[in-house]
T-cell receptor, first 116, second 110 residues
């Protein structure tokens, strides 16, 4: 089955700890994205990557870091600098719209991060 | 003013009703419009995708875009309890990132 997987489903972070959320896709999509979802708010873009070894900050990148070493994988690290990390984190992917002209995104099942 | 606005609801309707979900936006450069359905504690699922203005129908769902009014709608006919979810609108300019509305929570009562 083609799709996007995220792990873990739930993650607990202790004070001062860095944690990494996994995102893998087998859709052969070029672009990948990380969003944060808080109750009553729209999805906010944290980071995105349109090709391997390249990524850009989104609207709320402070306290987060990413890497894109493989096309299929786009892990997100929530660092200790992120003071309010409790949220639902969503990974998405899409065909590179710059070449396809297509503008749709497909989402993974999400990871819920909670602070101990 | 937020770039994309959406009535947060919750919206409660009886089974079989026609549901109208709406978003307004301020950026006239938006060209791509999407509706996602999100069940509780799950990732959003793409329902409808529309480019520029006009209507698009898929089964019980119809998406409508009115660029002159900067207004998009999703209609659900013969609503079912399984349609109970949060519906997110999203839109983008060509080659730009998506902007999402906050979502409308819908409950369809049996």
């Amino acid at each position: 089955d083609g799709g996007i997987t995220q792990s873990p489903k739930y993650l607990f972070r202790k004070e001062g700890q860095n944690v990494t959320l996994s995102c893998e896709q087998n859709l052969n999509h070029d672009a990948m994205y990380w969003y944060r979802q808080d109750p009553g708010q729209g999805l906010r873009l944290i980071y995105y990557s349109q090709i391997v070894n390249d990524f850009q900050k989104g609207d709320i990148a402070e306290g987060y870091s990413v890497s894109r070493e493989k096309k299929e994988s786009f892990p997100l690290t929530v660092t200790s600098a992120q003071k309010n990390p409790t949220a639902f984190y969503l990974c998405a992917s899409s065909i590179d719209s710059r070449t396809s002209g297509v503008e749709t995104q497909y989402f993974g099942p999400g990871t819920r991060l909670l602070v101990l | 003013q937020k770039e994309v606005e959406q009535d947060p609801g919750p919206l409660s309707v009886p089974e079989g009703a026609i549901v109208s979900l709406n978003c307004t936006y301020s950026n006239s450069a938006f060209q791509y419009f999407m509706w996602y359905r999100q069940y509780s504690r799950k990732g959003p699922e793409l329902l409808m995708y529309t480019y520029s203005s006009g209507n698009k129908e898929d089964g019980r769902f119809t998406a409508q875009v009115d660029k002159s009014s900067k207004y998009i709608s999703l209609f659900i006919r013969d609503s079912q309890p399984s349609d109970s979810a949060t519906y997110l609108c999203a839109m983008s300019e060509v080659g730009q990132n998506f902007v999402f509305g906050p979502g409308t929570r819908l409950s369809v009562l049996p």
